[in-house]
Antibody, heavy 119, light 107 residues
């Protein structure tokens, strides 16, 4: 089964750090771009970051640039999102998603992991 | 960044209705426009990619059209399982962006 599974969410104090993981299975992971998208409680979807299949290209939304770092380990079929200097407004469900080769769209999504930034 | 604006923000409809949601980009995005459906507590699901191509497994009552800056998602014959929130999203620029969402609920 083709799937993505996020982990690593939790409760963090403002200014703190956390690393999210996104583990893939059922497809040739090293051939696909992976994105992170977040959704604050009761709000819409917000694109966060992306990483190229070989890890050589990364991009970030302005709201997280300089604080978040996306990386991947293709040997472990895993993408990471390292989040530093966290703010209350980073509180959200974080989804990872795959860009389909045929669709050039986010065709496979994980179930999401919740990050709460609060003191 | 490219801004995506959906309208309406919400709508009420009945089973069997034809529903139309529009999405406007702040600049031309060619046909790099995707539509997603999201139900409460669930991950989004890809419905339409490339403005008008139906994702595998998605019912034929869903269709998309448009290019440039103006796009439309149409549901012909709304079904009970279609009550959800719908998002457009552009994949034209380096930084991808979503519309604010359109919630479709039962009239």
């Amino acid at each position: 089964e083709v799937q993505l599974v996020e982990s690593g969410g939790g409760l963090v104090q403002p200014g703190g750090s956390l690393r999210l993981s996104c583990e893939a299975s059922g497809f040739a992971f090293s051939s696909y771009w992976i994105h992170w998208v977040r959704q604050a409680p009761g709000k819409g979807l917000v694109w966060v970051s992306r990483i190229k299949s070989d890890g050589t290209t990364t991009d970030y939304a302005d709201s997280v640039k300089g604080r978040f770092t996306i990386s991947r380990d293709n040997a472990k079929n895993t993408v990471f999102l390292e989040m530093n200097n966290l703010r209350a407004e980073d509180t959200a469900v974080y989804y990872c998603a795959r860009v389909g080769g045929r669709t050039y769209a986010l065709d496979i999504w994980g179930q999401g992991t919740m990050l709460t930034v609060s003191s | 960044d490219i801004q995506m604006t959906q309208s309406p923000s919400s709508l009420s409809a009945s089973v069997g209705d034809r529903v139309t949601i529009t999405c406007r980009a702040s600049q031309s995005i060619s046909s790099y426009l995707n539509w997603f459906q999201q139900k409460p507590g669930k991950a989004p699901k890809l419905l339409i990619y490339g403005a008008s191509d139906l994702q595998s497994g998605v019912p034929l009552r869903f269709s998309g059209s448009g290019s440039g800056t103006d796009f439309t998602l149409t549901i012909n014959g709304l079904q009970p399982e279609d009550f959800a929130t719908y998002y457009c999203q552009q994949s034209y620029s380096t930084l991808w962006t979503f519309g604010q969402g359109t919630k479709v609920d039962l009239k």
